[in-house]
């Protein structure tokens, strides 16, 4: 799923495969093959590298390791949600699962 939620959200922030790598601090010799070998899964880059990306894309490091699309989902829209958003969130998602 790495790969997926890779270029979904490279492709948000409208960048190719060269300009995210080289946000991330990777050599931009090399840049757009490993990015497109992460997002094929040929790899998977170390947590560091992976952390790096997900900071050049303005994402949660979780959303790019999220297995399914609604777990995604919610990690992209936690991030933008107020403190009091989360709070009620939080008590609706407590409440439902008691």
Wanted: hydrophobic share 50%; glycine share 6%.
């Amino acid at each position: 799923m790495f790969g997926l939620r890779l270029r979904q959200a490279r492709e948000l922030a409208a960048l190719t495969q060269e300009a995210l790598a080289v946000r991330a601090g990777i050599d931009e010799f090399t840049a757009s093959a490993r990015i497109s070998q992460y997002e094929t899964g040929k790899h998977v880059p170390r947590y560091e590298i992976a952390c790096r990306l997900a900071d050049a894309l303005k994402v949660p490091v979780a959303f790019l390791y999220a297995n399914d699309d609604g777990t995604a989902e919610l990690v992209l829209l936690w991030q933008h949600a107020s403190a009091t958003s989360r709070r009620e969130a939080l008590a609706v998602l407590s409440a439902g699962a008691a």
